[in-house]
């Protein structure tokens, strides 16, 4: 897969590194994702913008082995979740345990404490568990016991779930689904695509050949790049008319939050980054908006009952909102 890379004459030569490290990750991705291309991408982009994404697509599409194909590309800890109903907060964030030698109880972390964690289905966990998570994914700590353990960066969670209506599935709360910064659509393969699937997975292991290329370190220093990204203050205004857009709209019962747009501007440093760039552009963000959005509002009974989704309401907000400079 080969990412656009276009150098300009006042490019930051280090962003120019992190956009050839990039290049190379989503080249890794795309030996065993085929035929997705603008999916690894966003994912590449989350993980240089220090976000989180979901995955919602049906069984078999590839959810979970995109999760542990970026996984496998960064040197770093890594652990999975598989999220099911009888799964407790404890599995996640860890317990205290009792040692009878010292006479003191001892922490145990749970698999939350990695660098990249693929949560599993989250959504076929109780609403219990899945609040485990909330102050892991916003602050990168997690408090047990009263006694707050910090999450070693990077870190990020890559969520698979299956569609709400699906039997044996709880829709994540709102408060949940602000946490990722992007929710994200494989959607099937095309047949040319399935064909060289079929080709090239049906006897071997798709994820055995793969091998790191870079290791947590070198997404540490390739976020901090990023975020020397330029975005100039009508670009800023734009997002906020996006996000007032949200919530002023007839057909959204409630809007887009500030962490929306902190998420949208951060995400689009990143996608500019891989366009070769040192600033943000509009067609950065607006290739970026209903990813990081959509899932963020709650639709009107009226939009609802006429059958609109998420999806077409924010694409309809972005036409409808002036862009700065046309």
């Not at 069984?59 to 999760?67: E, F, H, Y």
């Not at 979740?81 to 010292?102: A, R």
């Not at 060289?196 to 049906?202: A, F, W, Y």
Request: net charge negative; glycine share 6%.
């Amino acid at each position: 897969m080969a990412i656009a890379v276009r150098q300009a004459d006042d490019q930051d030569p280090g962003l120019t590194d992190v956009a050839r490290r990039a290049q190379q990750i989503a080249g890794n991705i795309a030996r065993t994702i085929l035929g997705k291309e603008d999916v690894i991408r966003d994912c590449v982009v989350a993980l240089l913008a220090g976000g989180h994404v979901i995955i919602e697509d049906f069984p078999g599409v590839g959810k979970t082995l995109l999760g542990k194909a970026l996984a496998r590309s960064v040197s770093c800890r890594f652990q999975r979740i598989q999220f099911t109903p009888d799964l407790l907060p404890s599995d996640v964030t860890g317990v205290s345990v009792f040692n009878q030698k010292t006479g003191e109880f001892e922490f145990r972390p749970g698999p939350i404490f990695a660098n990249i964690v693929l949560a599993d289905e989250i959504n076929r966990s109780s609403p219990k568990t899945q609040a485990s998570l909330l102050e892991c994914m916003e602050e990168r700590q997690a408090t047990i016991d009263t006694v707050t353990h910090p999450i070693s960066a990077p870190f990020m969670v890559i969520a698979t779930q299956n569609p709400i209506e699906y039997e044996g599935t709880y829709p994540l709360p709102e408060a949940q689904l602000d946490r990722f910064m992007m929710r994200l659509r494989i959607g099937y393969p095309s047949p040319e695509a399935e064909e060289e699937i079929l080709e090239d997975q049906s006897s071997h292991e798709p994820l055995a050949a793969l091998d790191p290329v870079l290791n947590g370190s070198d997404v540490l220093a390739m976020q901090k790049a990023v975020s020397r990204v330029r975005i100039v203050s009508s670009l800023r205004r734009y997002v906020v008319d996006l996000l007032t857009a949200t919530r002023t709209s007839r057909e959204v019962y409630l809007g887009a939050s500030p962490r929306a747009g902190l998420a949208l501007v951060r995400a689009a440093k990143a996608l500019a980054v891989l366009r070769g760039r040192d600033f943000v552009a509009p067609q950065d963000l607006k290739d970026l908006a209903v990813r990081v959005l959509a899932h963020r509002i709650i639709l009107s009974s009226e939009a609802r009952v006429h059958g609109r989704s998420e999806v077409a309401v924010v694409e309809a907000l972005l036409a409808s909102t002036p862009v700065p400079g046309g």
